[in-house]
């Protein structure tokens, strides 16, 4: 879990999101008013709302947090069992948890990260228990 969360509020630019995002290498802004967490941005809501720029950086357009995050986001408690939380993550697509307390406050965040550093702390080395399968896309497919 990460302890050390940057929060923002909805009224910041978004240009001002991207730029902490891209200064401080996270990909998840909880957006918080009061002590109430109200969503979450990531670095996929501003893309979504930004258009090609020079290079690889995007033109993140005039707009406020509030109207590109995501708002009222999954949430879970620090006692939520990890498999339960991987597996929830894993259904809904998601790359970060805000952890709240007992009294509704943000006490952290808990991203796909942190769950993959985890998996470093094991003891054994295993190889991938994955079957793979790689499969050509054509045109028409969609």
Do not use: N, Q
Not at 44 to 59: F, K, Q, S
């Amino acid at each position: 879990m990460t302890r050390d969360v940057t929060v923002v509020l909805p009224e910041l630019s978004l240009k001002t999101a991207w730029a902490i995002m891209r200064r401080e290498h996270i990909r998840h802004l909880p957006v918080v008013r009061g002590g109430v967490l109200l969503g979450i941005l990531s670095d996929r809501d501003v893309l979504l709302h930004a258009t090609p720029g020079e290079g690889y950086e995007p033109e993140v357009p005039d707009k406020l947090v509030g109207e590109a995050m995501t708002p009222a986001p999954m949430i879970c408690e620090p006692s939520t069992p990890v498999t339960e939380l991987v597996k929830t993550m894993i259904e809904r697509k998601i790359d970060a948890v805000p952890v709240m307390s007992a009294g509704d406050k943000l006490v952290g965040l808990v991203t796909t990260t942190d769950l993959l550093a985890l998996l470093l702390t094991s003891d054994e080395a295993r190889p991938l228990p994955f079957a793979f399968r790689v499969r050509e896309a054509r045109e028409g497919e969609a």
